[in-house]
């Protein structure tokens, strides 16, 4: 993919809402120069109004891919010209990637997490408790479904958004899944393996507190954040001092990074080099 002394670099970029506060660019363009690759990734602030427009611009101009944030995930869907397996299941794109005259949507969100997690554990077979039904609870759920987790038990405040998850991982995986109405400090039940924030309290707040009976924490557990700022939650400081195993959310967003940087040149770029600049962007 580089081309020594082009003057016209693979582009790659993120169309959203709130485009300046998106680090992504650091870490990702932190691999490109690494890993001697011409390319620019580029952040651009668009209105749901201007998503269409955009995405043929995208197309017309050669972009290699792209990545939606918010609001943007679930609109692309029809712009495009087909969905990976996961991003049909979870019924929402966060990478697109060009392959031949095609753009592909997929989602990294879940497949970054699945990759943090499987640095520590194989999640097959295993009993999870997730926390959450909104987008990033979903991307989880669905790539932890596919990758064999033995029982889901999913909590939500809201039981319709949790009764859709539970008819995605139920009807489409096949999976052994159970809802409960988040009500109160949610006691883990014995046998619980894995337990996972995918909710958003905690983001931006260090001390923001999960409603979770912490007493019921077991030593030898891993307890997983898709929050990402503050990297080290409450949640993750309470489950440490219990002798859990712990999972940030900066390693999932470091992780769906490597895989847009792969999808979109065919590299497996650093993913420690990634971590350094996304921190360093981040001021943490
Ligand atoms: P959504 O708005 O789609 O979902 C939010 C979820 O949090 C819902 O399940 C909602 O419950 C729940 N929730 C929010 N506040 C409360 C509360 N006070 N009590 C109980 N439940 C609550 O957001 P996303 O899924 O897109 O994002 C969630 C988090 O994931 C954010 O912090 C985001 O930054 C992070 N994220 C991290 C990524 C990473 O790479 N690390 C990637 C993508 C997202 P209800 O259904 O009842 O409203």
Known sequence: MPIPNSFCPDLVGCLSQGAAGNPTVAMVEAAFKHHGINGRYINMEVPPANLADAVKGLRATGFRGFNLSMPHKVAVIPLLDGLGESAAVIGAVNCVVRRGD?????????????RSL???TDPKGKTVVLFGAGGAARAVAVELGLAGVGRFILV??????GQQLLDTLVGKLRCQAELVQWKGDFALPSGTDIVINGTSIGLYDAEARLPLDIATLQSGQIVADVVFSPPVTRLLRDAAARGCKTLDGL????N???LGVQYWT??????AVMQRALAAAMGC
């Open 266 to 271: 065919g590299v497996l770029p650093d993913a």
């Open 251 to 254: 390693s999932m967003l470091v």
């Open 102 to 114: 095609k753009l592909i949507g997929e989602n990294t969100d879940g497949k970054g997490f699945l």
């Open 118 to 120: 499987t640095d520590i």
């Open 256 to 258: 769906q990074g490597v």
């Open 156 to 161: 939500n405040r809201t039981p319709e958004r």
